[in-house]
C-alpha cells in the first residue's frame, strides 16, 4: 500500500447465525470510496459475502473486508474479546484516522506507549477521542455519553448515536476522571465486534493521566 493506492478495512461481526450492522458498514465503505476515489460507484450491499466457513459458523467470528476501488480480500477469524481493565490517556499528536486504514502502524506506535496500562485513550487537539482499536461510551448516572470528536466514527458508534441510546459530548481528559463535571464514572469499549451489550465496564480511578 501506498498513500496514492490506500487500502481500507471493514470488520464486521458474525454471530447468531447472521452478520450485524452490514448497512452501516456498507454506507461508510461508500463514503470511503467517495471522498479517496471519487465515486463510491459499485459498493456492494455486502449480502454477497461469502458463507462463514462450518467449523466457525457456532463462533463470534471476525470477518474482514479489504477493499479499495474494488473488493481485495475476505477473511473469517475467531473471535476473542480482549481483557482490559486499564487505560492510559496519551497525546495523539496531529495523528489522523478519519477513514478506516487497513495501516493501523500510528494507532499501533500510539497503543505501544500505554506503559503498565492495558490500552490507550487517544488525546487530539485536547479532547478525548477513542482507544486504539474502538470507540469509547462513558456512563454518567443514566446517560451514556461518547466522545463528539471520535478519531474514526466506528459502525457500532453510529448505531449507538442513531438509536439515541447514546448522546455525544465534548470530551477533555479531566472530565473523565475521578470528580469530573459530567459524573462520569465508567467507560466501555465498543466497535463492530465489541457491542456495547457485551463491553466490560472499567472504572474511570483506573484512567492514567
Not at 467470528?61 to 473471535?79: G, H, L, M, N, T
Not at 470507540?135 to 443514566?142: Q, V
Request: glycine share 8%; hydrophobic share 40%.
Amino acid at each position: 500500500m501506498t498513500q496514492n493506492n490506500p487500502l481500507f478495512i471493514e470488520t464486521i461481526r458474525w454471530s447468531d447465525g447472521k452478520f450485524h450492522l452490514l448497512e452501516l458498514h456498507r454506507r461508510r465503505m461508500e463514503r470511503t470510496r467517495l471522498e479517496v476515489f471519487g465515486s463510491a460507484c459499485g459498493v456492494p450491499d455486502l449480502t454477497w459475502l461469502p458463507p462463514v466457513p462450518e467449523n466457525l459458523k457456532n463462533q463470534t467470528v471476525k470477518c474482514r473486508v479489504i477493499y479499495d476501488i474494488a473488493i481485495r480480500s475476505v477473511e473469517f477469524e475467531p473471535y476473542a474479546q480482549r481483557k482490559v481493565g486499564s487505560l492510559k490517556i496519551v497525546d495523539g499528536g496531529g495523528i489522523d484516522y478519519h477513514l478506516k486504514y487497513h495501516d493501523r502502524s500510528a494507532l499501533s506506535g500510539l497503543a505501544g506507549m500505554r506503559g503498565d496500562a492495558d490500552e490507550v485513550i487517544i488525546v487530539k487537539d485536547g479532547f478525548i477521542t477513542d482507544t486504539s482499536y474502538s470507540n469509547l461510551i462513558f456512563a454518567a448516572g443514566d446517560r451514556l455519553l461518547s466522545s463528539d470528536r471520535p478519531l474514526l466514527h466506528g459502525v457500532m458508534l453510529s448505531h449507538l448515536l442513531e438509536s439515541g441510546k447514546v448522546s455525544a459530548a465534548t470530551l477533555r481528559p479531566d472530565d473523565i476522571l475521578p470528580g469530573n463535571r459530567y459524573g462520569i464514572t465508567s467507560a466501555f469499549m465498543v466497535n463492530a465486534m465489541l457491542p456495547l451489550d457485551t463491553a466490560k465496564p472499567i472504572d474511570i480511578s483506573n484512567i492514567i493521566r
